[in-house]
């Protein structure tokens, strides 16, 4: 069973909007980089948010911030990414990720050696 449960993927039409969720272990979500990562066939995967689960410190990927948010729930383990106005463009498959083990590094900037399942979330008319 994966360490990292992702749920909350699906269609959506333009404008719209989805909340993915990501739960994890106590030991795994405490004090550690947790963060959301898109890929769409043929192109590179691309860092959506990130967050340090100890100071809620976020970040996000560049033009993302006004419509995506980041944010957790330290009673259920789970870092969840709000999306709306969601475009065409916002089609992907979604994936949770977390560190290992905090590295101190800058979560946005960090390796991320555990990976969720993967969702994919399609925006379409």
């Known amino acids: 069973q994966g360490q990292l449960v992702e749920s909350g993927g699906g269609s959506v039409q333009p404008g719209g909007s989805l909340k993915l969720s990501c739960t994890t272990s106590?030991?795994?979500?405490?004090?550690?980089?947790m963060g959301w990562f898109r890929q769409v066939p043929g192109k590179e995967r691309e860092a959506v948010a990130t967050v340090y689960t100890g100071s809620s410190a976020k970040s996000y990927g560049p033009g993302l911030g006004g419509r995506f948010a980041i944010s957790q729930d330290n009673r259920k383990n789970t870092v969840y990414l709000t999306m709306n106005q969601l475009e065409a463009e916002d089609t992907a498959m979604y994936y949770c990720?977390?560190?290992?083990?905090?590295?101190?590094?800058?979560?946005?900037?960090?390796?991320?050696?555990?990976w969720g399942q993967g969702m994919q979330v399609t925006v379409s008319s």
């Open positions: 106590a030991q795994i979500f405490r004090n550690n980089c």
């Open positions: 990720a977390a560190e290992r083990a905090y590295s101190g590094r800058w979560c946005f900037n960090t390796d991320y050696a555990l």
